[in-house]
């Protein structure tokens, strides 16, 4: 059937907070939508109007608080049938599940649903925690990330590195996460000890090496 349809993204929508993103939506084959409603709503939640746009213009006066002089549509793409929302400056509360809706549209398929899913990531930060026998007690802390990340030690080949004990964490008041992991290291050929911090469902990778001098393993 040739019936136009509201096609949303094939996959979710991946954002780190502070970017700003588009959450894709546009009619499917392409019609103009410059004289059709549309309305971005949050589904599942009280606060529910991202954007409206209605009668040729942008429609906001019930606007949720959260999103406002945050959210746009590309009006001079309209015509082509894409009314996607571009969100500037997103947060971590701004994760979620999104709804485009186009309701005077003639069709079966009227709305599509789009996944936000919003991370956080931070650089991990090492340092020398104390001497432990002949070897040398490493600190690796990194903070601000979201979802939960993992932290490993490797050596210079890119070896994990068995560590002192599970990664401790706690949650800031943000909701995000701080994870400290100590490892004790001998003496090798390079002293050089990486810290990977590692989120895959956002598919995000931060890391930080130290060179040990070798005067300290000698104590
Ligand atoms: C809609 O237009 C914006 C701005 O030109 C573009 O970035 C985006 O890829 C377009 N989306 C679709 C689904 O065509």
Same mark, same amino acid.
């Given at each position: 059937?040739?019936? /136009?349809?509201?096609?949303?993204? !094939?996959?979710?929508?991946? !954002?780190? !907070?502070? %970017? ?26 009280? *606060?529910?109007? /991202? ?6 213009? %942008?429609? #906001?006066?019930?606007?949720?608080? +959260?999103?406002?002089?945050? *959210?746009?549509?590309?009006? =001079? ?5 894409? /009314?996607?929302?571009? &969100? ?6 701004? !994760? ?14 009227? @709305? ?9 990531? +931070? ?14 007690? &490493? ?34 008041? =943000? ?9 004790? /290291?001998?003496?090798? %050929?390079? #002293? ?14 931060? @890391? ?12």
């Amino acid at each position: 059937s040739s019936e /136009v349809q509201v096609v949303g993204p !094939a996959d979710r929508v991946v !954002a780190l !907070a502070g %970017d700003d993103v588009i959450l894709p939506c546009s009619l499917k084959p392409s019609v103009s939508a410059e004289d059709m409603a549309v309305e971005w709503t949050r589904l599942n939640l009280k *606060t529910r109007n /991202v954007h409206l746009y209605r009668q040729g213009r %942008d429609s #906001n006066e019930d606007q949720s608080p +959260s999103y406002r002089r945050r *959210t746009s549509m590309f009006h =001079e793409e309209l015509k082509n049938g894409n /009314v996607s929302l571009k &969100l500037t400056r997103v947060t971590l509360s701004d !994760a979620g599940s999104y709804r485009c809706f186009l309701p005077t549209l003639n069709s079966q398929v009227k @709305e599509t649903t789009v996944q936000l899913i919003v991370g956080a990531v +931070s650089q991990p930060v090492i340092s020398i925690d104390g001497i432990k026998g002949w070897g040398v007690v &490493l600190k690796c802390e990194s903070g601000g990330w979201f979802p939960e990340p993992e932290m490993e030690w490797l050596d210079s080949s890119g070896t994990i590195l068995p560590a002192d004990g599970p990664p401790e964490r706690h949650r800031d008041s =943000e909701g995000r996460y701080a994870v400290r992991r100590h490892v004790t /290291v001998n003496q090798t %050929d390079t #002293n050089r000890f990486t810290c990977r911090v590692h989120q895959p469902e956002i598919n995000h990778l931060k @890391e930080t090496y130290i060179h040990v001098p070798g005067v300290v393993f000698i104590g």
